[in-house]
């Protein structure tokens, strides 16, 4: 009995020496990395896999350019927004993000590695240092920014969720699920959406949650649920990779406001106006007809005070980011503005079309504004 | 005169055995208390700096979720705390459901792997290697992707006699549920089964002071069965009413509908455990010396008699520290619920954990539940073992 304890006891440490080692040395914003907290972290747990998340003002990209390589948290379930397609390489909208930053740090969209990650670990593999950005249509929530030490850089994608039914079933509506099943992915906003809006129309139903993406739509698909339940824009998305996608209608119901961007994690303030102002130049390259195939002319013939600051002609905004200054060039030269991303992922040539609605730019009704760049 | 005690001041304290032994406890020791202290106070101090504390003040919260198989009511309302609750039930009742099964199963498996007769051993054989080389996660999947999720729809359910539903909705059966006599009806089942207990162990007292062999067994169960007939025709109001599982709407409803999440997850654990269980009873059988066997049998034994008066009293004494180890494996493997979507205490938390954040308390508290689980099995397991021994003389 007493090597029992000594050796669950050994496991609590050993399980305590990993979450130690995740937050061990990340100081508050403005704090140096002491040689002290690294030495006490490499002698205490020598055996153990060391993750030091880098975080403090300018620490991330120190580590991301000695690296040679932005490791970027994706989805790889999805597709549209984070997918491995037939080839082996990641697709998709919250993939090319990732490519953008790249691009901007260091004029080579290549220079980038894809970690894909479930829902459920994505805090925690954001929070020790295994990736350093996370762009995996995760939603912008109070709790998620404040208390899971996570810092939201901007919305990349207005959805809503909403709720997908066989055809055959004849469900219209929210109500029309009384007393079914519903499939849903675990450590999700959605979980708790559902929870939320079942109750508040006093429809009893039985949650089926299951751990990632696959399995949710794997266990609909054999009959499991009555229906099933994410983002809409993954509900357009899954039902392509459904065995019959005609089958399965989704309902005109929005049952949440899902907000979905990238983030990164707290205490590295230029790290996250470096992750922002990439999601604004996508904006803004859109906003001033910069794309990828008229950049170079653009650039070569650019009068537009705005449009010269932004391609890094006059004034040193990337320099300021701690970037080069033709930082934004190479995102649209190598990725392209939010228009060209948007529609080579889930634009109306793409079988995961979604109509752009709020994801349009303001000037257009939708919700997409850049500051000014200046 | 006294040269020996010369010898001893002459050694000094850091060449003295007895005093180095206990230096090096007191050293050992204190490394490890400092290296405890060093690494939860590196936790803290990494987690402070994320602007992140760790107490168990989270648990009070509204938890905002719903869960699908609930022992007591449950809704989004409900705290974490509750939550948990839930999850700890859940496994708990896998566990214990899968341990007597397992246990059932496994003997009988291990009995026929010795038949003599031909197919039964063949048979039990394939079963033993078969299952034994397949991979928990895999079978497990295999049993709710494979089996219990290809089940007909509710509207074309199959139904078995004596009312059974299999749909991929779930397994209806019928159920009694309790009426308002039911109480009553409680304290008379417990009544007969404290005379059951009575019966028995009169009856085995009565077997070793005359060395006859009465069915004590048989009596036993007569005893109890008879209180509880009695008592259920004696109150005014039936204290169970039967309820038939029948098909409404989406749902199966009445009678007891165990999900295809709980059906996988229990067939799976207890037919993967069964083969273990097998093999150990199996070895603790033949680890019975053959001239017991043959002693009995020229004692004028039957071979049923042979088995339960002989052998297994003897194989227990080896069966048991396996069996131990079969019982806490078969709860840990419980864990692996989260592949198919059963809410069992691990896959609980991890919700809990994701919708808070919290990862280093519940992953502590995961640990300690399956700890304390544990160490209660091996307790138990322990304390039958000291007591099967006590038959060796």
Known sequence: ?374 | MQPDQGQTTAVPFWRDERVLKILGQVIFALMILLFFAEIIQNMQAGLAKQGITTNLEFLKGVSGFDISETVFPYDRNSTYWQAYQIGLLNTLVVSVVGIVFATLLGVILGVARLSTNYIINRLAAFYLEFIRNLSLLVFLIFWYLGVFLKLPRVKEAIIWPGNIFLSNRGVGIPWGIPTASYPTFRLILIFGFILALIVYFSLRAYSQRTGRAPLTILWTLLSFIFIGLIGWVILPEKPLILDVPRVEGLRLIGGKVLSPEFMALTSGLVLYTSAFIGEVVRAGIQSVSKGQVEASRALGLNSFQTLQLVVFPQALRVIVPPLTSQYLNLIKNSSLAIAVAYPDVFYVANTIQNQTGRAVEMIGMVMLTYLVFSLITSLLMNWYNQRTKLVER
Not at chain 1, 9 to 26: P, R
Not at chain 1, 233 to 249: E, K
Not at chain 1, 339 to 360: A, F, H, M, Q
Request: aromatic share 10%.
């Open chain 1, 1 to 374: 009995m007493r090597k029992l304890f000594a050796f669950t006891g050994m496991l609590i440490v050993a399980s305590l020496v990993l979450a130690a080692c995740g937050g061990a040395a990340t100081p508050a914003p403005g704090q140096t990395v002491t040689v002290k907290e690294t030495v006490v972290v490499t002698v205490v747990a020598p055996a153990a896999p060391v993750v030091v998340a880098p975080t403090g003002y300018g620490v991330t990209l120190e580590t991301v350019k000695a690296r040679g390589a932005l490791i970027c948290g994706v989805n790889s379930q999805v597709p549209g927004f984070g997918y491995v397609d037939a080839n082996g390489n990641f697709s998709g909208f919250d993939v090319d993000y990732c490519r953008a930053l790249a691009a901007a740090i260091f004029g080579d969209a290549t220079k980038v590695e894809f970690r894909p990650v479930t829902a459920a670990e994505r805090f925690t593999a954001l929070q020790s240092g295994e990736i350093d950005i996370l762009s995996r249509n995760t939603t912008w929530s109070t709790v998620r920014d404040t208390e899971l030490g996570n810092n939201f850089v901007h919305t990349t994608f207005y959805d809503g969720q909403g709720m997908m039914v066989p055809k055959d079933s004849g469900v219209t509506t929210l109500q029309d699920l009384e007393g079914g099943t519903i499939c849903v992915q675990t450590g999700t906003t959605t979980e708790l959406n559902l929870a939320d809006v079942m109750a508040a129309l006093g429809v009893s139903y039985t949650p089926a949650v299951f751990d990632d993406a696959d399995s949710t739509f794997a266990a609909y698909s054999e009959g499991r649920c009555d229906g099933v339940t994410t983002d809409k824009s993954g509900l357009v998305a899954r039902r392509t990779v459904l065995a019959d996608p005609s089958a399965h209608v989704i309902l005109d119901v929005t049952m949440s406001k899902e907000p979905l961007g990238p983030l990164v994690r707290h205490g590295d303030d230029q790290w996250f106006d470096i992750a922002q102002w990439t999601v604004f130049a996508l904006f803004a390259g859109e906003e001033f007809n910069i794309t990828s195939a008229n950049v170079d002319s653009v650039k070569a013939s650019a009068t537009a005070p705005e449009v010269k600051r932004l391609l890094g002609l006059e004034g040193d905004l990337g320099l300021k980011l701690g970037l080069t200054n033709d930082w934004a060039y190479y995102i649209f030269k190598l990725v392209g503005n939010y228009e060209e991303v948007y529609n080579r992922n889930l634009g109306p040539d793409t079988p995961t079309y979604i109509p752009r609605g709020y994801n349009s730019l303001y000037t257009d009704g939708g919700l997409l504004y850049a500051p000014p760049f200046r």
